[in-house]
């Protein structure tokens, strides 16, 4: 009698490296999900091979894509992604030299790690648009939540909200991607040692070949290292920002003029009222750009026209701001303390210090009252003492009942009006100090306010109409082109509210320094635009500018090309001087 022997499947096999299953597979234990993936791979074999080639495609487009990102704007195309990162290299040749569990364990690792870099290569693409410098990951991670603000301020706190979130979803679901596309090519290798090592074994060859040669494709090395670099450049800010901390700190302790007694400060503008005043991404290209210069130097020229008719003289020159495209308290506070504060860890540094400012030295002669009005402070602001400002009004001291434009709490026209209200226009005992901020050409750029008959400002709310029938910051945003034209606008209004105002309320005793904060950002202002600003000095009484005949500035309102330029910084002291204070030092 035949002897019956019971049927058994045979076990399978590996199957291809790319993911081709084999002649026969395992039953799936019941109600398990790679059961059901192996079954699915039995039923359904080209599609699975097609979607296993597909996964493996993806996971090395996204891990080479990253390795060969670049951290600026300006140098994303597509001949950057032409080359051979000498890192992948390195990466396939450790993964095959380990067994399999530090093989996952560190290809999930190296994954996590490229996604960071990602994350800090797109950061630096944002920072070097907007603020015209890198992403410091010491310093910069609190601007984060002022550019939330931002948002909200331009489009909405629904938009910041969905904005805050969807950065965060994105961040993580690209670390998730990352490790899991690292581990994916990981085991990849893992499956056929043998072929995966000749293929490290020939791209390390071209790799060195390439670099030996200086071979070039597109105008761009073939062989490369730029994930390395970008990890070291990373590494060499953050020793950068440790090293400043301290030597900042020294060099703020030393000061020209720290012991200068009161009676001995600004002497010669005794019996002034003396307005220093800011004007929002007031920058050269305002004046140098083919599109926004003709209308800003027809407004510069309108109004010093005015102002000669009104006895006003003015001299004008060129200042090198700590910052670009945003920051402007950075740009604030190195043209007050003389020390060049182009970072949040200087600022903190500088304010919680006692190092002195211009509006701390006429603080300090006893002669002056100090005011600050700024608009666009909306919550607590210590830095006021620091400032040696006795009354500070702020967004909401002044009285306004009108609209907001986009990010400017207010018109400028707004605040000027409620300055000669408050402070300018009344009766006083001492002279007056003041420190304004214009805010009306902040970006976006869009509401824009209009010039409205002074008589009429009341609370504010006749601009109502005019923010209602303005442009959305959402169609500015989008379009550089237009950017740049709102931008314009923005700084004629701004300049036209401060000459009318000065034409209006000025005296013979009035003495105005104004200028730009920083340049606007760099797809208004462009590339390598530099961070000059306008500064000028305007007053009646002659013997105020010729204390400043030998700072060579041009006579007007519009400095020439070729004005002298001076780091921001060194404008404190060489005012101090001119005006006769006289230093004494302290620190050192």
């Given at each position: 009698?035949?002897?019956?022997?019971?049927?058994?499947r045979?076990?399978?096999?590996?199957?291809?490296?790319?993911?081709?299953p084999?002649?026969?597979t395992?039953?799936?234990?019941?109600?398990?999900?790679?059961?059901?993936?192996?079954a699915?791979?039995?039923?359904?074999?080209?599609?699975a091979v097609?979607?296993?080639?597909?996964?493996?495609?993806l996971a090395?487009s996204?891990v080479?894509?990253?390795?060969?990102?670049?951290?600026s704007?300006a140098?994303l195309?597509?001949?950057?992604?032409a080359?051979?990162?000498?890192?992948?290299v390195?990466?396939?040749?450790?993964?095959?030299c380990v067994p399999?569990?530090?093989?996952l364990?560190?290809?999930?690792?190296?994954?996590?790690g490229?996604?960071?870099?990602?994350?800090?290569?797109?950061?630096?693409?944002?920072?070097?648009e907007?603020?015209g410098?890198?992403?410091?990951?010491?310093?910069?991670?609190?601007?984060?939540?002022d550019?939330?603000?931002?948002?909200?301020?331009?489009?909405?706190g629904?938009a910041?909200?969905?904005?805050a979130?969807?950065?965060?979803a994105?961040?993580l679901?690209?670390?998730v991607?990352?490790s899991?596309?690292?581990?994916?090519?990981g085991?990849l290798?893992?499956?056929?040692?043998?072929?995966?090592?000749r293929?490290?074994?020939?791209?390390?060859?071209?790799?060195?070949?390439?670099?030996?040669?200086g071979?070039q494709?597109?105008?761009?090395?073939?062989?490369?290292?730029s994930?390395?670099?970008?990890v070291?450049?990373?590494?060499?800010r953050?020793?950068d920002?440790?090293?400043?901390e301290?030597?900042?700190?020294k060099?703020a302790?030393?000061d020209?003029?720290?012991?200068?007694?009161?009676?001995?400060?600004?002497?010669e503008l005794?019996?002034k009222?003396?307005?220093?005043?800011?004007?929002?991404?007031?920058?050269?290209?305002a004046?140098?750009?083919?599109?926004?210069a003709p209308?800003v130097?027809?407004?510069?020229?309108?109004?010093?026209?005015?102002?000669?008719?009104?006895?006003y003289?003015?001299?004008?020159?060129?200042l090198?701001s700590?910052?670009?495209g945003?920051?402007?308290?950075?740009?604030?506070?190195?043209?007050?303390?003389?020390?060049?504060?182009?970072n949040?860890q200087?600022y903190?540094?500088v304010t919680?210090?006692?190092?002195?400012t211009?509006?701390?030295?006429?603080?300090?002669?006893?002669?002056?009252?100090?005011?600050?009005?700024?608009?666009?402070?909306q919550?607590?602001?210590?830095?006021?003492?620091?400032?040696g400002?006795?009354?500070v009004?702020?967004?909401?001291?002044?009285?306004?009942?009108?609209?907001?434009?986009?990010w400017?709490?207010?018109?400028?026209?707004?605040a000027?009006?409620?300055?000669q209200r408050?402070?300018?226009?009344r009766?006083?005992?001492?002279?007056?100090?003041?420190?304004?901020i214009l805010?009306s050409?902040?970006?976006p750029?869009?509401?824009?306010p209009?010039?409205?008959?002074?008589?009429d400002?009341?609370?504010?709310?006749?601009f109502?109409g005019?923010?209602a029938?303005?442009v959305?910051a959402?169609?500015?945003?989008?379009d550089?082109?237009?950017?740049?034209?709102e931008?314009?606008?923005?700084?004629?209004?701004?300049?036209?509210?401060?000459?009318?105002?000065?034409e209006?309320?000025?005296?013979?005793?009035?003495v105005?320094?104004?200028?730009?904060?920083?340049?606007p950002?760099?797809?208004?202002?462009?590339?390598?635009a530099?961070?000059?600003?306008?500064v000028?000095?305007?007053?009646k009484?002659p013997?105020?500018?010729?204390?400043?005949?030998?700072?060579n500035?041009?006579?007007?309102?519009e400095?020439?090309?070729?004005?002298?330029?001076?780091?921001?910084s060194?404008?404190?002291?060489r005012?101090l001087?001119a005006?006769?204070s006289?230093?004494?030092?302290t620190?050192?």
């Amino acid at each position: 009698m035949p002897v019956i022997t019971p049927f058994r499947r045979p076990p399978r096999t590996s199957g291809d490296p790319d993911g081709t299953p084999g002649p026969a597979t395992a039953l799936p234990s019941p109600g398990s999900r790679p059961g059901h993936w192996r079954a699915w791979r039995t039923r359904y074999p080209r599609t699975a091979v097609a979607v296993r080639r597909t996964t493996t495609a993806l996971a090395a487009s996204l891990v080479l894509g990253a390795l060969l990102l670049p951290n600026s704007l300006a140098a994303l195309e597509p001949n950057r992604f032409a080359r051979i990162p000498v890192e992948a290299v390195v990466a396939a040749v450790l993964l095959l030299c380990v067994p399999r569990v530090p093989r996952l364990v560190l290809s999930a690792l190296s994954g996590l790690g490229l996604g960071a870099l990602t994350v800090l290569n797109l950061l630096d693409m944002g920072f070097t648009e907007y603020l015209g410098r890198g992403f410091d990951v010491v310093l910069d991670w609190g601007l984060l939540d002022d550019a939330r603000s931002y948002v909200a301020d331009s489009m909405g706190g629904a938009a910041a909200a969905w904005a805050a979130v969807g950065a965060v979803a994105a961040v993580l679901l690209l670390l998730v991607l990352m490790s899991l596309a690292a581990v994916r090519l990981g085991e990849l290798l893992a499956a056929d040692r043998e072929r995966a090592a000749r293929g490290a074994l020939m791209a390390a060859t071209v790799w060195m070949t390439c670099a030996a040669l200086g071979v070039q494709t597109f105008g761009v090395p073939v062989a490369t290292t730029s994930a390395t670099a970008a990890v070291r450049a990373q590494a060499h800010r953050v020793a950068d920002t440790l090293r400043d901390e301290a030597a900042f700190a020294k060099e703020a302790r030393a000061d020209r003029f720290g012991a200068t007694p009161g009676a001995q400060l600004v002497p010669e503008l005794r019996g002034k009222d003396v307005v220093f005043t800011f004007i929002e991404s007031y920058g050269r290209s305002a004046l140098a750009d083919p599109v926004v210069a003709p209308g800003v130097r027809r407004t510069l020229d309108t109004g010093a026209r005015a102002l000669a008719g009104a006895g006003y003289r003015a001299r004008s020159g060129w200042l090198t701001s700590a910052t670009f495209g945003g920051g402007s308290w950075l740009g604030h506070s190195t043209f007050m303390s003389g020390l060049w504060v182009d970072n949040q860890q200087r600022y903190r540094t500088v304010t919680a210090g006692d190092h002195l400012t211009l509006t701390e030295a006429f603080r300090r002669t006893g002669d002056w009252d100090t005011v600050g009005v700024m608009p666009g402070v909306q919550k607590a602001w210590p830095e006021a003492e620091w400032y040696g400002l006795d009354k500070v009004y702020d967004a909401f001291d002044v009285g306004y009942e009108g609209p907001k434009f986009s990010w400017s709490t207010m018109p400028d026209q707004y605040a000027l009006e409620a300055f000669q209200r408050l402070e300018h226009g009344r009766k006083r005992d001492k002279r007056l100090m003041a420190e304004i901020i214009l805010t009306s050409s902040h970006q976006p750029w869009a509401p824009l306010p209009e010039m409205v008959d002074w008589d009429d400002i009341g609370d504010g709310s006749v601009f109502d109409g005019i923010e209602a029938s303005g442009v959305e910051a959402s169609d500015v945003i989008a379009d550089p082109a237009r950017s740049k034209e709102e931008y314009g606008r923005s700084v004629e209004y701004s300049l036209t509210s401060l000459l009318q105002w000065l034409e209006r309320y000025g005296t013979d005793d009035t003495v105005l320094v104004f200028l730009g904060d920083h340049q606007p950002l760099a797809r208004v202002s462009g590339d390598g635009a530099g961070r000059d600003v306008p500064v000028s000095i305007v007053a009646k009484d002659p013997e105020v500018l010729d204390a400043i005949d030998g700072w060579n500035w041009t006579e007007g309102l519009e400095p020439a090309p070729d004005a002298p330029v001076w780091r921001m910084s060194s404008f404190r002291d060489r005012f101090l001087t001119a005006y006769g204070s006289t230093p004494h030092p302290t620190g050192g």
